[in-house]
């Protein structure tokens, strides 16, 4: 039912040429820098070829004395003709060229690394964006450290390949082109006996890419997986301990980490089969190249060949034989590379590309000012297909009402929240505020109006003061104190080592949860939404806290339309209206007295709290043991 429940990172045909799009999408903006890099690969390169072709003419021409002395591109007539100036020309000339490539090398790497980690920083900040728009379904469905895995390691592999990977391509293209021309223009015949291997390191790489490409695929899913096992870990520590399931949790980290270890090493044991191939063809090239060079040197052209070989010529051989056939076999790397750089761009992708399951309207609707009159007509919704949570949920709340919606767990009431939220929009019906369908608002205007106080607040690592101005950051010491007192935390504040400036760690772990809960509505208060949502807001509080921050909680929500989820009634007796949930629908609604006095859920429920045990009904208690078979079974809320 929801498009983004289904999604799957794992998918390898999730996303069509991931490269492509990235090449036009991230790399094509920073032309500059991949001219640059380019070009340094290019210049760089062609020079690094120059100083065996100057050894090769000192060697014939001033030591042997073989041949004129004579220079490639450069006229006889600006040529020395003493030995000592030649040598001291040639020497120039090498020294020079090391210069320069040296200048165009340090341009090279300067446009591949500037190019890299803008991509990564673009891409990962692109994905988390991304991440940031898509509903809650995508993160009922993927876990935590399955994401952080794509954020960082995927990331991290584009930034190799595009630093690394690119900038290798064109030093070995050009090695390989450059070399195997000047061979071809110095003999033509030896060149050819020189390239032999060639032909079958192209098939040897292509049998490898085909292979490696869905290995590759298979690492980045498992490490993942074993990013989300260990982040679950890591985040339940205290439950491990008390629970005493070391052994249990080791081994599922364990079987994860093997599964890790298995796609890993297969991956591994086909690159280490495919390299030491490579290295064997390339020397079987070398070792041709100096047989036949080397006895056409001594004793003439072989077999079939013809003409001559000068020394220099066969020491040009020798060398740039090694240079050429081992940039060939070094191209496996690059495939290498890309084929996980690949991998890592799908996944990005597929996350960049989700449309978000709460859809943004094309021209929405303002809302600058909110009365906070809601309506809810007829609504009805599932998370998934073959389950309806709410059905036919229809009720009117006036400004400045407070509504409290109680019900046995699982009944329906925090999903009627979060569809007013908008974090998953209803499959029938519709929910109006002021009279507008918020389908017509963008999220983020619609969630800016409305301050949530959740069972279990989030706090962010940082300090207490930068927890309770979050989401209004321009809020002053004097705002934080104030809203602090309010929700009844200034009190704990101040006996807190370094006071608002304490650090509360990860998650809030230095504080106790009455602690989170009251900095979480201090929050609230500071934010001054025109509607607000107790999501039972005080259930981790103490019973004297708790007067204390209800008392402050009723100057805060007063004029301002409230929802109230609550298990503890004695919270929300006191409300403008109650709403009784079961098994999705609403089955009562009144004040107080009145739903105590027509007898039915409410009532039994208020019973129970009040430990009247004996005066609770057996028809309560038959549907209570249903339905706690049934959300044992299925989490339906």
């Known amino acids: 039912m929801e498009e983004n429940s289904s999604i799957d990172i794992s998918d390898k045909d999730s996303v069509d040429n991931p490269m492509r799009k990235l090449a036009q999408v991230y790399v094509k903006p920073e032309w500059r820098a991949v001219f640059i890099g380019i070009f340094g690969s290019i210049a760089s390169r062609l020079l690094d070829l120059l100083p065996p072709l100057f050894l090769a003419v000192a060697l014939d021409s001033i030591i042997l004395e073989e041949e004129p002395f004579s220079l490639f591109l450069i006229p006889d007539s600006f ?110 015949q030896l060149a050819i ?90 020397g079987l090239g070398f070792t041709l190249t100096f047989i036949v060079g080397g006895y056409w040197v001594l004793y003439g052209a072989p077999l079939f060949l013809s003409g001559e070989l000068s020394p220099g010529q066969f020491v040009v051989f020798v060398l740039y034989t090694q240079r050429f056939v081992w940039p060939v076999a070094q191209f496996g790397q690059v495939i290498n590379k890309y084929q996980r750089a690949r991998a890592s761009a799908r996944r990005l992708f597929t996350i960049i590309e989700q449309e978000p399951n709460v859809p943004v309207p094309d021209d929405p609707e303002s809302i600058d000012d909110v009365d906070g009159n809601v309506l809810y007509e007829n609504v009805t919704f599932g998370y998934r297909e073959d389950g ?69 607040p989030f706090l962010f690592e940082g300090s207490v003061a930068d927890n309770v101005r979050y989401g209004e950051f321009e809020a002053s010491k004097e705002e934080i104190i104030e809203a602090a007192k309010m929700a009844e935390a200034h009190s704990f504040i101040q006996d807190l080592p370094d006071e608002y400036e304490t650090k509360v760690g990860e998650r809030g772990v230095k504080l106790s949860g009455g602690q989170r809960q009251r900095i979480a509505i201090a929050r609230a ?58 098994d999705g629908e609403i089955v009562e609604r009144g004040n107080h007295e009145e739903l105590l006095s027509e007898d039915g859920l409410y009532a039994n429920l208020w019973r129970v709290q009040a430990g009247e045990i004996e005066k609770v009904s057996e028809e309560f208690i038959r549907k209570a043991s249903e339905r706690r078979g049934t959300f044992e079974s299925e989490d339906t809320d």
């Open 388 to 456: 309806t949570v709410v059905s036919d949920v229809s009720m009117d709340v006036e400004k400045g009402d407070t509504v409290a919606l109680v019900g046995p767990t699982g009944a329906g009431k925090s999903t009627l929240i979060k569809l007013l939220l908008r974090m998953y929009d209803p499959d029938d019906g519709k929910i109006l505020v002021d009279g507008t369908d918020i389908r017509r608002f963008r999220p983020k205007d619609l969630r800016k109006k409305i301050g949530y106080v959740s069972q279990d």
């Open 525 to 582: 208060i500071v934010q001054d939404p025109d509607m607000i949502i107790l999501d039972e807001a005080t259930s981790d509080v103490d019973t004297e806290t708790e007067v204390l921050i209800q008392r402050s909680l009723n100057k805060v929500t007063e004029n301002k339309t409230t929802f109230a989820i609550a298990h503890r009634l004695s919270t929300i007796k006191d409300a403008d209206k109650i709403i009784v949930v079961e």
């Open 79 to 188: 040529l020395p003709t003493e030995q000592g100036d030649q040598l001291l020309m040639v020497v120039i000339l090498i020294a020079g060229s090391f210069i320069l490539a040296s200048v165009f090398h340090w341009g090279r790497n300067w446009g591949w690394n500037a190019l890299a980690q803008r991509t990564q920083h673009e891409i990962r900040t692109d994905a988390y964006d991304a991440l940031q728009e898509l509903g809650m379904p995508f993160f009922a469905n993927h876990q935590t450290g399955e994401m952080m895995s794509v954020l960082s390691n995927d990331a991290n592999q584009l930034e190799r390949f595009l630093n690394e990977g690119m900038n290798a391509l064109f030093r070995l293209g050009v090695m390989v082109v450059g070399i195997g021309l000047i061979l071809l223009y110095i003999n033509w």
């Open 193 to 282: 006996i020189a390239l032999l291997p060639v032909p079958l390191l192209l098939l040897f790489t292509v049998g490898f890419i085909k292979i490696i490409q869905p290995k590759y695929e298979d690492v980045r899913s498992s490490v993942g997986k074993l990013n989300s096992r260990l982040e679950n870990n890591l985040g339940g520590m205290r439950i491990i301990k008390v629970s005493t399931t070391e052994d249990y949790e080791s081994d599922r980290v364990s079987d994860e980490s093997t599964s890790y270890l298995k796609s890993q090493w297969g991956a591994i044991k086909t690159r280490i089969k495919f390299f030491p191939g490579l290295r064997l063809m390339s």
